[in-house]
């Protein structure tokens, strides 16, 4: 399995192919994902970047971790895997509100029309 990188502390400015082409520097970098508001489309400031082996995923997190982009010091850490909070969305059926939109109003105990 290729090594993920997690890259945190991102200018909100970077681009994907910024990280390709400085990621590149230490080998062959497979895939980068920069992770952006899905409401703004602006960046997050991390983002995942994929390398082709062990050995170049070590060379870039001791070449860019503490890296100074943008005027901001870069965290590169070996990536976790996603853990589920175990808390769903409003109207998910883990959130315990059976498919109710607190965000439309009414329920709840300060009134409203949606009342049972």
Do not use: H
Request: net charge positive; no cysteine; hydrophobic share 25%.
């Amino acid at each position: 399995m290729e090594p993920k990188l997690y890259v945190g502390n991102l200018p909100f400015n970077t681009t994907e192919d910024e990280l390709r082409e400085l990621f590149g520097q230490a080998g062959q970098v497979v895939t980068v994902d920069l992770i952006k508001d899905r409401d703004t489309g602006n960046s997050k400031g991390f983002a995942f970047v994929t390398m082709s082996s062990q050995s170049e995923a070590e060379k870039a997190m001791g070449l860019f971790n503490g890296y100074s982009l943008g005027n901001r010091e870069l965290k590169v850490n070996p990536a976790r895997p996603r853990e589920d909070s175990g808390r769903g969305g409003y109207g998910s059926p883990r959130s315990g509100q059976g498919g109710f939109d607190r965000r439309r109003g009414g329920g709840g105990r300060r009134g409203g029309s949606n009342r049972y």
